[in-house]
């Protein structure tokens, strides 16, 4: 969750008053003034809109109280150490703004075989997930796949096989994740940061879970 001071630093860096704030986040001046200062504790979805306002402007908010420009590129991330720093990333932007982390592709085997203690990577993503109430993470596998190692935290689904891509993809706020696992050194990450990509990759992702289906529960002999 995002503080006055960090509403108040986020200003700072545009040069924007709190009337502006207040006007293109359909708040009163007052209101920003009062959260500000910390004599109010504001709702989640006002919080949402001024955070909405500031990412606009491109300014988004990290932990530890951060405020930082927002960095507009591709990054691209090689290897297990590459693969360890990706999901750092995510972690941090999730923790920030919370909202719905969309995976698909995803054959858990070779995530987990890249993936330096992925027992610590769920232990962390359970108990973020936890502490931000906003956040859901929606995970797709091919059909026949009972492989849910994330199943504490996440919503598996099923797509057909005919459909099912060997490249994963990750979306969460305005960035999106390509991963391929047939790269030497694997895994190749290519992180694009960018809300028009995010938002095509989010659209046609909801389209495939609408279409998915649930995995019946499975039959032990």
């Given at each position: 969750?995002?503080?006055?001071?960090?509403?108040?630093?986020?200003?700072?860096?545009l040069?924007?008053?709190?009337?502006?704030?207040?006007k293109?986040?359909?708040?009163?001046?007052?209101?920003i003034?009062?959260?500000?200062?910390?004599?109010?504790q504001?709702?989640?979805?006002?919080?949402?809109?001024?955070?909405?306002?500031f990412?606009e402007?491109?300014i988004?908010?990290?932990?530890?109280?951060?405020?930082?420009?927002?960095p507009?590129?591709?990054?691209?991330?090689e290897?297990r150490?590459g693969?360890t720093k990706?999901?750092?990333l995510?972690?941090?932007?999730?923790a920030?703004?919370g909202?719905?982390?969309?995976?698909?592709?995803?054959?858990?085997?070779l995530?987990a075989k890249?993936?330096?203690d992925p027992?610590q990577h769920?232990?962390?993503?359970?108990?973020?997930?936890?502490?931000q109430p906003?956040?859901?993470m929606?995970?797709?596998?091919?059909e026949g796949?009972?492989?849910?190692?994330a199943?504490?935290?996440?919503?598996?689904?099923w797509?057909?096989?005919?459909?099912f891509s060997p490249?994963?993809?990750?979306?969460?706020?305005?960035?999106?994740?390509?991963?391929s696992?047939?790269?030497?050194p694997?895994?190749?990450?290519?992180?694009?940061?960018?809300?028009?990509?995010?938002?095509?990759?989010?659209?046609?992702?909801?389209?495939?879970?609408a279409s998915?289906?649930?995995?019946p529960?499975?039959?032990?002999?």
């Amino acid at each position: 969750m995002i503080t006055g001071r960090q509403i108040r630093a986020a200003r700072g860096l545009l040069d924007l008053s709190q009337d502006e704030l207040a006007k293109a986040a359909n708040l009163t001046k007052q209101g920003i003034s009062k959260i500000e200062d910390g004599s109010v504790q504001p709702r989640e979805s006002t919080l949402a809109d001024i955070v909405r306002v500031f990412s606009e402007r491109g300014i988004e908010f990290t932990e530890n109280q951060g405020v930082r420009l927002k960095p507009h590129s591709i990054e691209t991330l090689e290897g297990r150490t590459g693969f360890t720093k990706f999901y750092g990333l995510m972690r941090e932007h999730v923790a920030t703004h919370g909202g719905d982390i969309c995976v698909s592709g995803v054959d858990e085997k070779l995530f987990a075989k890249y993936r330096d203690d992925p027992e610590q990577h769920r232990t962390k993503m359970a108990e973020l997930l936890k502490r931000q109430p906003t956040l859901k993470m929606r995970i797709l596998v091919a059909e026949g796949d009972y492989n849910f190692t994330a199943s504490s935290y996440a919503d598996y689904r099923w797509q057909p096989r005919d459909s099912f891509s060997p490249t994963a993809f990750y979306v969460f706020g305005d960035c999106l994740a390509l991963i391929s696992f047939t790269h030497d050194p694997a895994p190749l990450v290519v992180l694009i940061k960018s809300a028009a990509f995010a938002e095509s990759y989010r659209h046609a992702f909801n389209l495939a879970w609408a279409s998915s289906h649930e995995p019946p529960p499975r039959n032990i002999p």
